[in-house]
């Protein structure tokens, strides 16, 4: 974990403490690196609850509540799975704030349309769902490291 995304993680706490908020992270691609990055801010735990590490389709339905038939439909690298997978987090946690990550991040996976460095977002903010579709390049520790930092400063973007 590199300083910049260790300040990146502080800068995000602050904004959620001075609105009041807590958040959690859905992570499939990441691995649960979103939560690492935060987790190594002293005092995180005043703003930061839970972390829900959703690697197969199977944990996104049991633990976020995404419908297996959004999953049939989109597949699990789409922004309407990433859009579910915050929406899910928010309902099985007691925070405000979620953001997810869904992804391929290589070096195999790639299917027709996804290539690998194909990423999905979501964040939702109360009832507020934002999503985003990004393809970044390098490889699977470059993506999944471009991961955590968009998704840290989008959401501090989305707070601001």
């Known amino acids: 974990m590199t300083p910049d995304i260790i300040d990146l993680a502080a800068r995000v706490g602050r904004a959620l403490q001075a609105k009041r908020l807590t958040m959690c992270t859905a992570e499939s691609c990441t691995g649960g690196g979103v939560a690492q990055a935060i987790t190594e ?84 903010i109360g009832s507020i769902v934002r999503t985003e579709r990004l393809l970044f390049g390098g490889d699977r520790g470059a993506v999944r490291e471009q991961t955590v930092v968009h998704s840290l400063q989008r959401l501090l973007e989305l707070l601001e």
């Open 41 to 124: 801010v002293a005092g995180s735990s005043a703003w930061f609850d839970r972390g829900f590490v959703t690697y197969s389709n199977v944990a996104k339905e049991q633990m976020l509540g995404v419908a297996p038939a959004l999953l049939a439909q989109h597949g699990a690298v789409s922004e309407e799975v990433a859009a579910a997978m915050a929406s899910g987090a928010l309902a099985n946690s007691g925070v405000q704030v979620a953001l997810s990550t869904t992804g391929i991040a290589g070096p195999g996976g790639a299917v027709p349309g996804k290539p690998v460095g194909t990423v999905c977002f979501g964040w939702a």
